[in-house]
């Protein structure tokens, strides 16, 4: 039997979203240390961590407009190429600031793009009752591609240097670029001949001027391309999904980038000793994400809930769940105890996922790609505010207690993503839905 076209698509944006976390990991991992190395003090540092977040958040919105009107594969493929060159070229130097500040401000603008043009190829090609394991399967990738990074990178650090890390990151997204320009394509009208009843094919693709005409001439009809611009800004179903990935991303984005520091630090453990245990709350979410996207999808086909009772239930257990072990947390002072909570956190998180990440398909297919562009700017800029204000944090908490290693300085760190994650639970119970109301 033949290989469906779709499960290649959406392997490819699975090991997408791999190797992009890989180079997210991986600068934390080499900065970190080449930081260290360079006495450079932890505000700066959160100041570095936090840059990447400035372009992404930039990109967003207009990542989401461009792959609508040009097509999300052009976009992927041209956004891979930028920040891998850009990995490729730019020196891992802690002293040379406005370089570094150049380039990671490049390859956030770069990456800013990937995510909603992810989402606007997913709506074209994969139906809806496919849609929670598929979305959940790219997205893992995330967390697979974390793990990896955690796994292997301090090694390589450590025995190649930090500068190893860029040139491995920028030989992986050649790779995939390579990959996707050999076996990406557009759906052809005719593997999807209940494009608009089920809404995805190729009544979401780009209207060319060709296909105009033939709107015009009466041959088949297409609907308006105008986004709504308003009706998004104004939905509350778009602001329920808005607020739940700022939270995602706040909690994400800190344990990302200051758990190497919490455990080099605050227990006094380096990451080259710890072995495999580093790896395992990214792990966790790769595993976490592919359930929640299983149980949806049969709690959907199965009619055993709605769609919008779906994606409360998941989106509430992730985050209620995840909310506690944040808190909990710093609780713990051996290395297994906090990979045990951080992996808890995490993985609740990516359970999550299930409810409000793929909820933007089902309120709107045809925009998919803006409304997750809408949605990733909030959680862009939850990167910028928790990763810069958890340097200044610890910075003011090392003053207050003279060193990193009390559980005092860490607490607030992560009992403020504790509290966004019940607060923000509460507000996709109230507004979310899942039915469709943009055409």
């Keep these: 039997m033949k290989f469906p076209t779709r499960y290649v698509i959406v392997i490819l944006t699975f090991i997408c979203t791999c190797v992009c976390y890989v180079e997210r990991v991986g600068f934390s991992i080499a900065y970190t240390v080449a930081a260290d190395a360079a006495g450079v003090n932890q505000s700066s540092k959160g100041t570095i961590l936090s840059t990447f977040y400035y372009g992404y958040a930039c990109s967003q919105v ?3 407009w461009a792959a609508q009107r040009i097509g999300g594969r052009r976009v992927l493929l041209l956004s891979f190429v930028l920040w891998s060159l850009t990995c490729a070229l730019i020196p891992l130097d802690p002293n040379q600031v406005t370089t570094l500040v150049i380039a990671r401000l490049l390859v956030g603008v770069a990456q800013g793009f990937i995510f909603p043009s992810i989402h606007t190829v997913l709506a074209q090609w994969v139906p809806p009752h496919e849609r929670s394991r598929s979305v959940s399967l790219t997205t893992s990738g995330m967390y697979l591609g ?8 301090p090694s390589l650090v450590k025995f190649r240097g930090p500068q190893s890390v860029f040139l491995v990151e920028a030989t992986l997204g050649a790779m995939w670029s390579l990959l996707w320009f050999t076996y990406s394509s557009d759906p052809p009208r005719s593997e999807h001949p209940k494009a608009t009843a089920a809404g995805f094919g190729e009544t979401l693709l780009p209207i060319k001027a060709t296909q105009k005409m033939k709107v015009e001439n009466g041959l088949y009809p297409v609907k308006n391309s105008k986004i709504p611009w308003k009706k998004i800004i104004l939905s509350f179903p778009v602001w329920a999904i808005v607020v739940n990935n700022f939270t995602f991303h706040y909690a994400l984005y800190v344990l990302m980038n200051w758990l190497p520091t919490y455990f080099e630090l605050g227990l ?3 990451l080259q000793d710890m072995g495999s245990y580093k790896m395992m709350p990214y792990f966790n979410m790769f595993i976490f994400s592919n359930i929640g996207g299983v149980i949806a999808d049969h709690l959907i086909t199965r009619r055993i809930l709605s769609v919008t009772k779906t994606r409360k239930v998941l989106n509430t257990i992730g ?6 072990a944040l808190v909990a947390l710093p609780l713990f002072r051996t290395a297994g105890g906090v990979v045990f909570c951080s992996s808890v956190a995490l993985g609740f998180l990516a359970l999550g996922r299930a409810g409000f990440a793929v909820n933007h398909m089902d309120i709107a297919p045809r925009y998919a790609g803006i409304v997750m562009g809408v949605s990733n700017t909030a959680g862009t800029l939850a990167g910028i505010i928790g990763v810069d204000l958890t340097g200044r944090l ?8 003279s060193d990193l290693s009390s559980p005092d300085s860490w607490r607030t760190v992560f009992f403020i993503p504790g509290l966004l994650c019940a607060l923000s639970s509460i507000v996709f119970l109230l507004f979310s839905t899942g ?3 943009f055409d």
Excluded: D, N, Y
């Design 319 to 324: 985050f209620i769940v995840a909310s506690i």
């Design 268 to 270: 006094q453990l380096s």
């Design 62 to 64: 207009p990542g989401g």
């Design 435 to 437: 039915e469709r109301i």
């Design 146 to 153: 974390a793990a990896l990074g955690m796994l292997v990178l």
């Design 394 to 401: 610890l910075e003011a908490a090392k003053t207050a207690h």
